[in-house]
């Protein structure tokens, strides 16, 4: 199956109502929000996941992180698990926040006034809110993705959006690498009805001869991108005070135009 693509520019676009509404409509390959941070919030962000500490994602490429990713709950696990999971993780973000920004709050209000719908963290009906925002220190690299909520989590409120996107604050950057490459081909794996495929690790080809776009994770920078097209990271050289420290969510758009945030 050929990848075609859908984006009508091949530069990313500052923040505004059009671009918002081009990049969930995958129409554009990214926003960026430059200077969403000063230097010393960025210096006070990456103190604060080393303070904090974080642990590692089970994957061949070391990555780091603080919080919670719903979709290590979608194939085994009751969704009260992943609730009340939710909950203990905000617990740690709170650390994040107190020794330096709330970013997560920052992006809600910074996007707000680009959109007619409520920009805010989703919820559950009746099993509660939803954890967003994790932090990762990504130096090695992260392999080829898609993160598309309809086929990852399906029997999830999150399952019913129509677009979905990806923000990340980059707190430090590498000395050299760490690029993020986005593949203009939106993720549509053959699978069976009820069947959560696997979404990371995926095959090149399946990105073959589509667009791309590449972009630095400058620091203090937010990039915005459609994470349905798989994307991949780049790993990069790490020194003293320069790894590849971010914070970041998914923002799906629900059936009534809410934006809705999780990680
Ligand atoms: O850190 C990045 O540039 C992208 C991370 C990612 O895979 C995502 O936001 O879905
Ligand atoms: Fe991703």
Known sequence: MPATGTWKKMEEAPLTRESLLAVLNNEIPAVRVRNFANDDECAAFAAAVEAVGYKFYSVARKIGYIGLAQYEYRWD?????????????????????????????????????????????????????????????????????????????????????????????YAEELISGGETTVHNAPWNPECKPGEIPKSYGLDHSIVEGAPKYTFTPNKGDVVI??????????GGVAGPGRNRISIGSFIGRMPNKDLVLWS
């Open 225 to 234: 991108f459609n994470t349905r097209n798989p994307h991949e990271i780049a």
């Open 77 to 169: 696990r009751p969704k009260t698990d992943y609730f009340r999971d939710a909950e203990t993780a905000y617990g740690q973000q709170r650390e994040l926040i107190t020794r330096s920004f709330d970013a997560v709050q920052r992006l809600i209000d910074l996007l707000q006034p680009y959109t007619d719908g409520k920009v805010k963290i989703a919820e559950e009906a009746g099993l509660g809110r939803y954890y967003a925002g994790i932090a990762r220190v990504a130096g090695e690299g992260v392999d080829l993705h898609a993160d598309w909520a309809p086929l990852n989590s399906p029997s999830y409120d999150i399952g019913q959006i129509d677009a979905q996107l990806g923000w990340n604050f």
